[in-house]
């Protein structure tokens, strides 16, 4: 075995470590940021919709307030899993 070829393999080994770990972290900011984007586009359809007085809306209410609860324990759980 050449004694100066095991130096580079590590230092590869290790730029490629951390460039993997970037993109874990880039990953997990993605998917927090699109949860956050979704809850906040309910929350605007909510508002939209309680200005509404016709039963097709208050339906969607309904569904809508159960898509926040549902997200929300989503997020949850998916915060959970990533530590």
Known sequence: MCPGRYLPEKAIDLVDEACANVKVQLNSRLR??????????????????????????EARIVEVGGERTCGVDGQASASNGEA
Do not use: G, T
């Open 32 to 57: 927090k940021f699109i949860i956050l984007k979704e809850r906040i586009q309910l929350e605007i359809e909510l508002h939209a919709l309680e200005k509404e007085n016709d039963k097709a809306s």
